[in-house]
């Protein structure tokens, strides 16, 4: 699979989300705000959700500070 180039909006809603997911505080809006903003940049770029969402989630879960 290729680099994607994730937009820096895209990454801080993630990061949110990861937040929330580690304080066990997710809350359904911000699932909901991840998941439309996931699938618009994915129809956006021609990619498959799938591959935005693993790519997102491997970034911001795995990411080490540089």
């Known amino acids: 699979m290729a680099t994607i ?3 820096d909006d895209l990454i ?3 990061r949110t ?6 304080a066990g505080r997710l809350t359904v809006d911000t ?15 021609g990619l498959r ?4 969402e693993l790519g997102l989630k491997t970034l911001v879960r ?3 500070a540089a």
Do not use: G, K, N
């Not at 699932?31 to 770029?45: D, G, L, N, S």
């Open 62 to 64: 795995y990411e080490t």
């Open 49 to 52: 959700r799938m591959d935005v």
């Open 5 to 7: 180039e994730f937009p």
């Open 17 to 22: 989300s990861w937040a929330e997911i580690q």
């Open 31 to 45: 699932a909901r705000a991840v998941h439309e903003a996931v699938a618009a940049f994915a129809a956006e770029a």
């Open 12 to 14: 801080a809603l993630a």
